[in-house]
C-alpha cells in the first residue's frame, strides 16, 4: 500500500522524467482521482478524456512540485478537480446518468488506494458545522459537484447576489476556523 | 509561512471562491493574473486548497480502464514508445541526450513561479503539440507527441491573444518535436487566456504575417 511518503517520492521521481515513478504514481492515485472526475462531470466519457488532462498535466507539472509546498494528494486532487471542473464549465448540458457512470465501474477499491487521505477531515467538517446549514451545504456542492453561484442559489430558492453575498461571509468565517 | 491574517478579508474569500472554483471565466482569468505574479497570494491558495482537500474524502474510487493509461502514455510519449528497435532506440537516445543538453535546461529546471500550459491539438488528435510557457524566462517549451509537417511545408505557432484582432506569428516550429520558441517582449503578458493555433505553410513560414494554409490545431493557455 502506497502511504503518503511514497506518493511524495512518486512525483519527486516522475518530475526527474522517470516513466516507471510515473506509472507507480499512476497505479497508486488513478483510482482517486478518477473518481474526482467522475463525482464532477458524472460521464463517464467525459472523466476519462479528463483524467487524461490530468496525467499529462501531472507529468509536465511534477518538476515543479518540489518547491509548490502542496502535500502530494492536495495537489493531485486539485488539479484533477479544477481540470474536471474547466470541462464541466465548457460543456453546455449537463449529463443526467449519474447511477450509469457508477453501475459501469463496478470495481472495488484496491489496497493501494486504501491510501491516501488519512487528514484532519474532523477539521472542515467541525468549521463547515460553525457555518449556517445552508452556507455550509452550498461549499459542499461547490467543491463536490462543481455548483456554480447559479446552481446554488437555484437550489437555495435565493436570488444570486444573496447567494455571493452569504458564501464570501462564510468563506472569511470558514478560513479563520481552518487557521486557528 | 504565509497566514490568513496578512491578507485583507476580500481577497479571502476571493482566493476561497477560486478554490471553490465559483469565479465566472472573467473573474478566474483576472485572479489567476494577479496569482501569477503574487507568491503571497499563492500561498493563501494553498492554505484553501489543503483545507477542502479532506472533503475530497467523499469522492468515492472508481478505477479507470485501462485504455486511459495507455492513451496517456501515447499522449506524453507517442504511440511508438514500445516498439523501437534496439538501434532505433539507441539512436533515439542519441537525439535525447543531445536534446537534453541544449534545451534542457528550458524544459527541466525547477519552475518557481507558475507555469501555462496548452495542449494544442487537432480535433482527431492526428497533430498533438504539449506548450508550456515559463513567463519567468519568456520561453515555450514545446513537444510534438503526434504528427509533422508534411513534405516541402512547415508549421507555424501563432498567438491569439484574448480580444485581439488578429493572430501574431510566434515562429516556424523546428523540425525536432522537442523545441523552444521564444516569446517576444511585448506578447509576454498576453499570454494567460490566449489560444495557440498551428497552422499549414510554405517553407520560411508565412510570407504575409497572417496564416496563409490550414489552421490544423489549437489549444488555450490556462495556469497549471
Given amino acids: 500500500m502506497a502511504t503518503i511518503a511514497d506518493i511524495e517520492g512518486m512525483i519527486l521521481r516522475t518530475g526527474r522524467g522517470d516513466r516507471a515513478a510515473f506509472s507507480l504514481l499512476y497505479e497508486a492515485t488513478s483510482a482517486k482521482l478518477f473518481g474526482v472526475c467522475l463525482r464532477v462531470l458524472n460521464n463517464r466519457a467525459e472523466a476519462e478524456d479528463a483524467l487524461q488532462d490530468v496525467y499529462v498535466k501531472v507529468w509536465q507539472k511534477a518538476s515543479g512540485y518540489a518547491v509548490n509546498g502542496y502535500s502530494p494528494m492536495t495537489w493531485l486532487i486539485t488539479v484533477a478537480r479544477n481540470l474536471a471542473i474547466d470541462k464541466l464549465r465548457a460543456r453546455k448540458a449537463p449529463a443526467k446518468n449519474i447511477e450509469d457512470a457508477y453501475d459501469l465501474a463496478d470495481n472495488g477499491p484496491t489496497p493501494e488506494m486504501a491510501v491516501v487521505q488519512k487528514s484532519e477531515r474532523a477539521q472542515i467538517d467541525g468549521c463547515l458545522d460553525e457555518l449556517d446549514p445552508t452556507h455550509a451545504d452550498a461549499v459542499r456542492g461547490a467543491y463536490l459537484m462543481g455548483d456554480t453561484y447559479q446552481d446554488l442559489a437555484d437550489r437555495a430558492g435565493v436570488p444570486i447576489n444573496t447567494m455571493r453575498t452569504w458564501l464570501r461571509r462564510s468563506l472569511a468565517k470558514l478560513k479563520g476556523c481552518l487557521s486557528r | ?224
Avoid at chain 2, 533515439?92 to 541544449?102: D, I, Q, R, Y
Avoid at chain 2, 517553407?203 to 490544423?216: C, N
Fill in chain 2, 1 to 224: 509561512m504565509t497566514q490568513a491574517g496578512d491578507h485583507d478579508k476580500d481577497d479571502i474569500s476571493l482566493v476561497g471562491e477560486y478554490a471553490l472554483h465559483l469565479l465566472d471565466a472573467g473573474e478566474r482569468l483576472a485572479f489567476e493574473k494577479r496569482l501569477a505574479g503574487d507568491p503571497s497570494l499563492r500561498a493563501l491558495l494553498r492554505e484553501w486548497d489543503e483545507g477542502f482537500v479532506s472533503l475530497a474524502d467523499q469522492f468515492e474510487e472508481v478505477i479507470p480502464p485501462p485504455r486511459a493509461k495507455s492513451a496517456i502514455d501515447a499522449r506524453l510519449f507517442g504511440p511508438a514508445t514500445a516498439r523501437f528497435s534496439l538501434r532505433a532506440g539507441v539512436l533515439a537516445l542519441a537525439v535525447v541526450a543531445a536534446l537534453a543538453f541544449f534545451v534542457g535546461p528550458v524544459l527541466w529546471n525547477t519552475p518557481d513561479g507558475p507555469l501555462y500550459v496548452a495542449d494544442i491539438a487537432a480535433q482527431d488528435r492526428t497533430l498533438v503539440v504539449e506548450a508550456t510557457f515559463d513567463p519567468d524566462t519568456a520561453v515555450i517549451a514545446i513537444n510534438r507527441t503526434a504528427g509533422a509537417a508534411t513534405t516541402g511545408r512547415v508549421l507555424e505557432l501563432w498567438l491569439i491573444a484574448e480580444g485581439a484582432p488578429a493572430p501574431v506569428s510566434l515562429g516556424v516550429m523546428p523540425e525536432a518535436p522537442l523545441a523552444t520558441i521564444a516569446v517576444p517582449e511585448d506578447l509576454r503578458t498576453a499570454m494567460l487566456g490566449a489560444t495557440l493555433a498551428i497552422s499549414d505553410e510554405p517553407l520560411g513560414g508565412s510570407p504575409t504575417g497572417a496564416p496563409t494554409g490550414a489552421v490544423l490545431a489549437a489549444g488555450s493557455i490556462t495556469l497549471l
